[in-house]
C-alpha cells in the first residue's frame, strides 16, 4: 500500500514537473527518493537476507540513506530562504516584528527538516516496549 501511493505521487509529480504546470520538481524528489532507494536497498537486498518483521538497524539505515536526498535538499532551501527574508526583515523597522517572523520560519523549518526522522523513533520505541513487556 504505501509504494502504491508513493509510486502514484511520483508519476502526478513527474507529470507535472515534464508539462511544467506548477514547480512540482521539490515534491517529487521528496517522494521518488524514498521510493526507489528503499524498492532496490530494502526489497531486492536487505530483505532476502533478513525477514524480520521488526525494526532493525538494517531497517533504520534505508530509513535514513532515503532521506537523505530530500532532507538536503529541503536544508539547503531553508538557507536560501533565510539569506532572503534575514536582510529583508531586519530593515522592516516597527511595522512588522521581525523576530515573530523569523522564529515562526526557524520553527516550520524544524517541523519539516525532523519529520522524516520522527517516524523511526517512534517505530523503535515501539518495538522496545513491546521487548520489554509493555512498560
Not at 524514498?34 to 531486492?44: A, F, G, K, S
Not at 530562504?81 to 523549518?109: T, Y
Amino acid at each position: 500500500m504505501f509504494y502504491s501511493v508513493l509510486l502514484m505521487w511520483t508519476i502526478v509529480l513527474s507529470i507535472m514537473t515534464y508539462y511544467r504546470l506548477t514547480s512540482a520538481h521539490f515534491p517529487m524528489i521528496c517522494v521518488s527518493s524514498p521510493l526507489l532507494i528503499r524498492v532496490i536497498l530494502w526489497e531486492n537486498i536487505l530483505q532476502r537476507v533478513n525477514a524480520m518483521p521488526e525494526i532493525s538497524s538494517k531497517l533504520v539505515a534505508v530509513h535514513l540513506v532515503s532521506m537523505s536526498v530530500p532532507v538536503l535538499l529541503l536544508y539547503y532551501l531553508v538557507i536560501c530562504n533565510l539569506q532572503v527574508f534575514l536582510p529583508i526583515m531586519g530593515r522592516s523597522g516597527s511595522e512588522a516584528i521581525p523576530d515573530v517572523f523569523i522564529a515562526c520560519f526557524f520553527a516550520g523549518s524544524v517541523v519539516l527538516l525532523t519529520s522524516c526522522v520522527v517516524s523511526v523513533f517512534f517505530r523503535l520505541l515501539r518495538t522496545l516496549t513491546f521487548r520489554m513487556g509493555g512498560l
